[in-house]
C-alpha cells in the first residue's frame, strides 16, 4: 500500500491511485452485502417450490435482518479493539461461507440458519466499508467518493432484481448464493495485497454482557416491526410482551455501558450535538428509503400495470437522482468544506418528495410519478453520505469503528420501522377501500393480496378497480406518514452545528495525522 503508517498508528498521506484500489475491493464488498437480498428477493417463488415451507418464508428474510442489526455494533467495536483489516476480512469469510451453506440447503429450516450466517457477517460487511473509509480518508476529502457509494447502492437495488430474475431462470435459484463467491473472493484478495492499517492490541476484554442485552434489544425491537400488525395484532401478548423485552434490555444495556472498561457502544458518542441528530436523521433516512423502495414498485405495478419483471428499473428516476445529487453534494464539501446546508434541502425535497408521492392516484402517469420520485431521491441524495459523514467527523478517532456502526444501526432499524409502519397502514387501508368499494364479503373473497399487472387482468372489472383504487389509498396513506416523520428530520437538521472536517485546510497539511486528530468539540451542551 502506498500510504505510510506512522508509529503512532495513524495513516500517514494516501495516494489517490492506492485509495482508488482499496475504495474498488470495498465497494464490492458493500455490493455483496446489499445485492444479496435484491437477489433473494426475486428467487423466493422458486425457492419456496422446491424446498417447501412457505409459512416460514417470512424467516429467510427476518433471520438475514436480524443478524444484520444485532451484528453491526460488535463488528465496529471488534474493529476499534483489534485492527480494522482483521475484523473486515472475517466478515466477508463469514458472509461467504453463509452463502455456500445456503445454496446447499435441503429444507427450510437449513435456509433460515444459514442465512442467519450470511446475515452476520453482512453486518460487519457494511461497518467495515464505512470504517475503513473513515481511517484512510479524511473527512474533507471524503465528499469526492460518496458517488461511488451511492452509485453502488443504486447498482444493487437496480440490478438485484434483475439478476436475481435471470440467475434463477437459467442456472437455479442456489446460484442466487453461489453468485455471492467470485466476487467475494476478489474482495478478499483486494482487501488482503492492497489494504495495509496498523494493527492493534486490546487493552481490555470485550463487552460481552453489553453486546448481549444489546442484542437481545435489537432482536425485539426488529421482531415487533416485522410481526406487529402482520404475524400477531399490535394488541397481542406475543408483541406487547416483546416491547416490554426490548424496553428492559435497553435500559439494562444502558446500565452497563455506563460501567463497562470497554462499552460495546460508548455512550460518550451521543454527548456530540452532531452525532445524535445524525443518529436520528439517520433513522428517518432509512424510514424514507425503504419505505419507498417497498411501496413505489407495488403501486407502478398494481395501479400503473407495469411488469414485475422490470421492478428495479421503476425506482430509476429516485436512484439516479438520488447518485447525482450525492456525488454533486459531496464535491462542494470537498471543494468548500460547508455541509450545514445539504441536511436542510435533504430535509426539505424528502419532505417534499413524500407528500408529492402521498398525492399519488390512479389516475398518475409514470412520467408524474418518476418526476415525484425523483424529488425525494434528490433529498436522500443530499442525506445518504452526508449523515455519515457528520457522525464520523463528531467522533474521535479510537471510535471510528462503534461510530459507523451506530450509525448503520440507527438507519437500518428506521428502515425496519418504516417498512413495519407504513405496512401495516397500508394494509389498513387496502382492506377498508376495498370493503366500501365492494362489500367485506366481496372484499375477503377478492383477497387484499398484492397482485402483479397478469394477475389483475384476470380479475372482473369492478374488482380490479376497486384493487387498483385500495392500492393507491393504501399508498398514499403510507408516503403520508413518511411525510410527516420526515418533517421532524428536517427540524433537526437546522441544529446542526457546521463543525471543521478534519482533514481541511492548510493549517493542517503539516499535521503529522489529521486523521488522527481529535474530534470537533459540538457538545450537546453548546
Known sequence: MSETVKKDGTAGEVKPRSVRVVLMALMIAMLLAMLDNMIIGTAMPTIVGELGGLEHLSWVVTAYTLATAASTPIWGKIGDMYGRKGSFLTSIVTFLVGSVLSGMAQDMGQLIGFRAIQGLGAGGLMVGV???????????????????????????????????????????WRWAFYINLPLGAVALAMVTAVLHLPKKKAKGKIDYLGAALLTVAITSTVL??????????????????????????????????????????????????????????????????FGGVLYLPLFQQSVQGASATNSGLLLLPMLLSMMVISLIAGRVTTSTGKYKIFPILGGALMVIGLFLLASMDTGTSRLVSGLYMAVLGAGLGFLMQITMLVAQNSVDMKDMGVASS?????????????????????????????????????????????????????????????????????????????????????????????????????????????????????????
Open 130 to 172: 464505512m470504517a475503513i473509509i473513515g481511517d484512510l480518508i479524511p473527512p474533507r476529502e471524503r465528499g469526492k467518493y460518496q458517488g461511488m457509494m451511492a452509485g453502488v447502492m443504486a447498482l444493487a437495488m437496480i440490478g438485484g432484481p434483475l439478476v436475481g430474475g435471470t440467475i434463477t431462470d437459467h442456472l437455479g
Open 406 to 526: 451506530s450509525a448503520t444501526l440507527f438507519r437500518t432499524l428506521g428502515g425496519s420501522f418504516g417498512v413495519a409502519l407504513m405496512g401495516s397502514l397500508f394494509t389498513s387501508q387496502v382492506t377498508d377501500t376495498m370493503s366500501e368499494r365492494l362489500g367485506p364479503q366481496a372484499a375477503k373473497a377478492a383477497g387484499s393480496a398484492q397482485l402483479d399487472a397478469a394477475s389483475l387482468q384476470k380479475l372482473p372489472e369492478a374488482v380490479r378497480d376497486a384493487y387498483q383504487h385500495a392500492v393507491a389509498a393504501g399508498t398514499h396513506s403510507a408516503f403520508l406518514l413518511g411525510a410527516s416523520i420526515a418533517v421532524l428530520g428536517f427540524a433537526l437538521a437546522w441544529f446542526v452545528k457546521e463543525v471543521p472536517l478534519r482533514g481541511a485546510g492548510p493549517a493542517q497539511a503539516g499535521d503529522e495525522g489529521a486523521k488522527a486528530a481529535p474530534a470537533p468539540q459540538d457538545s450537546l451542551a453548546h
Open 224 to 289: 415487533v416491526t416485522t410481526w406487529g400488525g402482520t404475524e400477531y395484532a399490535w394488541g397481542s401478548a406475543e408483541i406487547i410482551g416483546l416491547i416490554v423485552t426490548g424496553v428492559l434490555s435497553l435500559a439494562a444495556f444502558l446500565f452497563v455501558e455506563t460501567r463497562a472498561a470497554e462499552p460495546v457502544m460508548p455512550l460518550h458518542i451521543f454527548r456530540s450535538r452532531n452525532f445524535t441528530l445524525m443518529s436520528v436523521i439517520g433513522f428517518l433516512v432509512g424510514f424514507a428509503m
